[in-house]
């Protein structure tokens, strides 16, 4: 019995030892488990040891992940600008009419002026010459404004009494007679015999002629016509940014040049050949601003019209003036109606200071109809010449 116990002694000593050899022996990767939160589970007892080549702790992984992101994003191609959201223009139509009030309070010393002088009891030589006088100092012009005094002395015989009522409609119809052309107003813009309309923008520095060719884009893009700007003034440096942020808002294309000084005729020819290339409506051809008076520049002018004619024909010639300037425009309108055979005249700054009376002068001295009028210095202040509409304003009616 005693041997027996030995034995199974024995035994359970051999049990044991080889049991602690095995829990003493090293373990390798094979050994470590994760958690169920993917972290290293070390329980195994202080034996476990984990191979730094193949395990990495959580934070050298966080490290590591910061690093692989912050590289990405170092390297990773810059993403393309955003392009500016397309502006939606107002269409032309009804635009006169919408500025009329502005319109009715720069232009209302003259229309009261007039009224006033003609409501008077006595109608005497002094009160004539006073009206002459107001009419010649609103820019109409000397020779209009006597045939308007001789017009409105012959009405006023013939009708005897009168009232105020009938003053002022006596005065908007001589108006409306002076104002009123036989030439057409209508905006030559629309695409015709497959081709694209070619509309060329000139007039001397300063009378805000690039600001009008991108006003006109945004008034041709909100009546549904697809627009192409040539930036043709390679004088002023500014002038080519300024047309590219016009046409950028209503999604028109802008051809320019990348070279400074750059022959404006070849980019009028570009900018027409582009534009019947994608069969756009209509092509704005911007001109550089330049005075009267430089007869080299005006021939320059001249060369731009006759390239452009070399691929197309040229629909309108549109004379940009500065309605402040008076006579001085109509100087100016005379010589760039010989060399580039104006078609239609751009009042611009016909709100403010201006008087209005450049209208019947320009149109009196050229033949040629005022087509548009810039009313103010917003985007869509520049509107459609209305007769009627402007009488009206000048009256304050």
Known sequence: MTTYIILIVVIAVLVLGVAGTMLLRPRGMHGVRRGRAG???LSSGPSATVDRDTATAPSDQASESAQQVASAQQFAPSQPQARPTLEKPPPSAGRMLRLRARLARSQSGFGSALLSLLSRDRLDDDTW?????????????????????????????????????????????????????????ELRTQRHEGRPAVVLVVGVNGTGKTTTCGKLARSLVGDGETVLLGAADTFRAAAADQLQ??????GAQVVRSDKEGADPA????????????????????????????KNDLMDELGKVKRVVEKRTAVDEV????????????LRQ????????????????????TAKGGIVIAVQRELGVPVKLVGLGEGPDDLAPFDPATFVDAILGG
């Open 266 to 293: 070849s980019v009028a020819f570009d900018a027409v050949a582009t534009g019947i290339e994608q069969e756009v409506d209509v092509v704005l051809i911007d001109t550089a601003g330049r005075l009267h008076t």
């Open 318 to 329: 549109l004379l940009v003036l500065d309605a402040t300037t008076g006579q001085n425009g």
């Open 245 to 250: 942020t016009w046409g950028e808002r209503v």
């Open 129 to 185: 010459d006073e009206v002459e006088e107001v009419l010649i100092t609103a820019d109409v012009g000397v020779m209009p404004a006597r045939q308007i005094v001789s017009d409105l002395k012959m009405k006023m015989k013939v009708e005897g009494a009168r009232t105020p009522d009938d003053v002022r409609a006596m005065l908007r119809s001589e108006l409306l007679v002076q104002v009123s052309t036989e030439a057409s107003r």
């Open 39 to 41: 972290q290293l589970d």
């Open 333 to 352: 309108a005379r010589v760039f109606a010989e060399v580039v055979d104006v078609t239609g005249i751009v009042l611009t700054k016909l709100d403010g």
